[in-house]
Each structure stands twice: as structure tokens, then as C-alpha cells.
């Protein structure tokens, strides 16, 4: 405790009791500059240097927390199993459902002061925003877009709400960079599938996100059920597909 906030309770003893700022922290300094008389313009230099130093701290702490929950990730079981067509035209895939992925990585956050959130947005396409936010206030988010999933018998609610659930997942799985496990065919036959890595996988988001790729098109290209299923083999052709894509967006905006 400094020598001008000893003579501030002193002189305001029903002061005492109240939380006190960090020593040395610019909070620290407005309350001497407030015990002082300083100006109002010198104090709202102050209250700019307070407010960028918590967002500094915030930052650093929502980094530490990031780093110390991926050095052990929760593991994402792939609980749900799909089967349609018939015979040659047989297809089967395994993927996490939502429910799985929030649970598992929502505690597994909790444990370090972080959370997640969602938010959703239509604009001729469903574009959703997954949030990852420090308990002191930093946030991070990556967000994906596809159009609403009209396959089957879906009517129009249903269409959006598949939509909305597989781009929840899948946002929420990219921000934390962490994969689903479980056993995955080609609907062809035994022999296992190699699949894209947690980093190609974030590749492909942040060039999806960047090139403002249509997720859904995108997976169509690609003949696959969702990123993660991307086969590790086509890695390169996804990249150089979005590669192409942002090329002829950043042509496009500069002819704009």
C-alpha cells in the first residue's frame, strides 16, 4: 500500500474496506491521481492506459487458458452413425453430434475460465459464429456459412435447423482445434480411411472463412459428409479449390 492511499483512508475511513487495485497497476495510478486533484483530461488519458492494459491482461490470460486446455483435450467420440442408399450406392459415416462435442468441450473450457457461445445470422445463406470467451473478457471466434440442408424430406424449419447444428459443431470444433475420434470407412469397404489432421483441418476453415466459401458446395466438391472426413489424400486439392476461390475474390474486390 503507498503512502498517498494511507493518507486517503485516513482521511476517508469508510474507504478502507474496498477492494483495492493491483500496486503499480494503472488503476493504482488513477486512484493517486484522484487522491491528487489531476484533471479530467490527464485522468481520461489514465482511464485509455487502464483499459488497455486489462485488455492486454485479458488476452495473455485467454492464451494461457487456451494453451493449458489443449494440452489436454477432452476427446470427441463420433456417437452417432448414418446409413442411406442401397447396394453400390450404399453410403455410411460416423460423425460427433452436437450435444457430444458441446458437452465434452464446454466442461472440458470451463475447467480453464473459458466458455463458448453461438451466434446465428441469415443472409440468403445461415451463417453461424462460434465464440470463445475468458472469464476476464477476451473472446476469440471463427465463423462458417452454408445454405439451409434440404436434403430428404426436411421442410423448411427442419432445413435451417440441420444447418445450424452441423455449422455449431463443426465452428466449435475448428476454434478449439480439436478433431472427433472414432472409426470411419468409405462405405466401400474395411480398409481404413486416413483423414485430414486437426492443423489441415484449420487450414481449410480459415481459407474457407477468408475465400467466403459456400460450406456446402464446398463439401459437395469434395464428395464428402463434413471437413473433418476429408480424406488426407485430397488435402491438396481442397487447398488449391479455396486457393482459386480467394484468388478470384481478392480480384474481384479490387475491381470493385
Not at 493518507?7 to 475511513?13: D, Q, T, Y
Not at 480398409?191 to 485430414?196: K, T
Not at 472426413?229 to 479490387?254: N, S
Request: overall charge negative; hydrophobic content about 35%.
Amino acid at each position: 500500500m503507498t503512502e498517498d492511499t494511507t493518507k486517503w483512508e485516513s482521511r476517508h475511513p469508510e474507504t478502507k474496506d474496498l477492494p483495492m487495485a493491483i500496486e503499480n497497476s494503472p488503476a493504482m495510478i488513477m486512484q493517486i491521481a484522484l487522491n491528487k486533484g489531476l484533471d479530467v483530461e490527464k485522468l481520461e488519458t489514465l482511464l485509455m492506459l487502464q483499459q488497455k492494459w486489462e485488455a492486454n491482461e485479458a488476452r495473455k490470460a485467454y492464451t494461457k487458458s487456451m494453451a493449458a486446455f489443449k494440452k489436454e483435450p477432452p476427446d470427441i467420440i463420433k456417437d452417432a452413425h448414418v446409413t442411406y442408399g442401397l447396394g453400390d450406392k450404399k453410403t455410411e459415416y460416423d460423425h460427433a453430434t452436437l450435444g457430444q462435442v458441446a458437452s465434452a468441450i464446454g466442461t472440458a473450457l470451463s475447467e480453464h475460465g473459458l466458455s463458448a457461445s453461438w451466434k446465428i445470422e441469415q443472409n440468403g445463406q445461415i451463417v453461424v459464429t462460434c465464440t470463445i470467451t475468458h472469464e476476464l473478457g477476451h473472446s476469440e471466434s471463427t465463423s462458417l456459412s452454408a445454405a439451409a440442408d434440404t436434403s430428404g424430406s426436411k421442410n423448411a424449419i427442419q432445413a435451417i435447423g440441420s444447418t445450424i447444428t452441423y455449422l455449431q459443431r463443426y465452428t466449435l470444433l475448428a476454434l478449439t482445434g480439436i478433431a472427433a475420434k472414432g472409426t470411419d470407412n468409405d462405405g466401400g469397404g474395411s480398409d481404413p480411411v486416413e483423414y485430414i489432421t486437426e492443423k489441415q483441418l484449420s487450414q481449410i476453415v480459415d481459407m474457407a472463412n477468408e475465400s467466403g466459401t459456400d460450406a456446402g458446395k464446398f463439401l459437395k466438391y469434395m464428395a464428402v459428409k463434413s471437413l473433418e472426413t476429408i480424406p488426407a489424400t485430397q488435402f491438396d486439392k481442397a487447398m488449391k479449390a479455396l486457393g482459386d476461390k480467394l484468388k478470384a475474390k481478392q480480384k474481384a474486390d479490387k475491381e470493385a
